[in-house]
C-alpha cells in the first residue's frame, strides 16, 4: 500500500525494539482495511524517553504503545492518565489529542482477559487464581482478575518483597506466598498465570510440578517466545485448556488501533499465523 502525506502515524516505544510484534499486528491490519496509516518500531534509549513522547505531536503522530523499560518510567510524562493505567502504574497505549496532549491508557489487562475468555469460554472467576510473577505484567493481570470478580489471588514471586508490596496496594483480593509454595498454590486453583520471563528464549525455565493442578484447571503463560513453552505442553499433556501469551499481546493492540487509525481490529486465526511467523 502507498503512503501518502496525510497517513495517520503510530508505533512502539522500547529499548531495544527489534523484537517487537507490533509493528507486523497493526501492519496486517492496516493492510487488510486499505488505511493510509504507518505503524513504525522506534528505537528510544531511557534517557530519550521524555524527548521522545514529547516529538508525537510536532512529528503527527496520533498515538504510540510503549514497552520495556518505558511503561512506568511514561506515566510521569503523561497529562491524562485512565484509571487502568493509574490502578496498574504503567503506560503501555499513548494517545495524542487534538491540542497535543498526551493520555496514557494501560490495555495489558484489556488483553489478557480479553485472550483468556476467547480461548477458556469455560473459565469462571469463582476459584482461587494463582499468578507467578509481580512485575508490570502480573499488575495489569492481577488488576484484570479482580475487576472480572476473582475473590482470591495467591500472588508468588522469586522476590518476596515485591509480591508482598504488589498485594498490598491491589488489597484483600490478593495473598502473597512465597516461592517456595508455588506447588502447595495449585491446591484448589482454576487457573495459574505464570508472567514471569521463566521459560523465554534466553532465560531460565520455570521449575514447576502441575501434580496438585486441578483437572480443570486452565493454564496461562504469558511468554511467546517460544511459543510453546515447557509450561503448557505439560499442561497439554494433562489435558488442561493451555493458552499462550501471543494473543494477549493481539488483543491488547485493539484499543489503540481503533484510537489511532479507526475502525475495529478483528483478531483472526490469520493474522495469529501471521503474527507468530518467526517465532
Known amino acids: 500500500m502507498i503512503l501518502t502525506g496525510a497517513a495517520r502515524l503510530a508505533g512502539v516505544m522500547g529499548w531495544p525494539v527489534a523484537h517487537s510484534r507490533s509493528p507486523r499486528i497493526h501492519g496486517y491490519w492496516l493492510e487488510e482495511k486499505g488505511i493510509d496509516g504507518a505503524y513504525l518500531p522506534l528505537a528510544v534509549r531511557p534517557e530519550a524517553l521524555n524527548a521522545a513522547l514529547a516529538a508525537l505531536p510536532a512529528l503527527g503522530f496520533r498515538g504510540c504503545n510503549l514497552t520495556a523499560p518505558h511503561k512506568e518510567a511514561a506515566l510521569a510524562r503523561m497529562d491524562s492518565l485512565s484509571e487502568s493505567a493509574r490502578r496498574i502504574g504503567a503506560v503501555n497505549t499513548v494517545t495524542v489529542a487534538d491540542d497535543g496532549a498526551l493520555h496514557g491508557d494501560n ?8 485472550h483468556l475468555r476467547q480461548e477458556a469460554p469455560g473459565w469462571e472467576p469463582a476459584s482461587p487464581v494463582t499468578v507467578l510473577g509481580a512485575g508490570g ?8 482478575l479482580t475487576a472480572a470478580g476473582v475473590a482470591e489471588i495467591r500472588l508468588l514471586n522469586r522476590s518476596g518483597e515485591r509480591a508482598a508490596a504488589l498485594a498490598e496496594e491491589a488489597g484483600n483480593t490478593v495473598r502473597p506466598l512465597s516461592w517456595e509454595q508455588r506447588e502447595a498454590a495449585l491446591d484448589g486453583c482454576g487457573l495459574l498465570v505464570n508472567t514471569t520471563t521463566l521459560g523465554q528464549v534466553g532465560k531460565p525455565a520455570l521449575d514447576l510440578a502441575l501434580d496438585r493442578l486441578p483437572a480443570e484447571a486452565v493454564v496461562y503463560d504469558l511468554v511467546y517466545a517460544p511459543l510453546e513453552t515447557d509450561l503448557l505442553r505439560s499442561a497439554r499433556a494433562r489435558g ?38 518467526g517465532l
Open 240 to 277: 488442561h485448556a493451555a493458552v499462550d501469551g501471543l494473543g494477549m499481546l493481539i488483543h491488547q493492540a485493539r484499543p489503540g488501533f481503533a484510537a489511532w487509525f479507526g475502525g475495529e481490529a478483528e483478531v483472526t486465526a490469520a493474522l495469529r499465523t501471521f503474527a507468530a511467523e
Open 107 to 114: 490495555t495489558d489487562g484489556f488483553g489478557f482477559i480479553s
Open 137 to 144: 505484567a502480573a499488575r495489569a493481570v492481577v488488576d484484570a
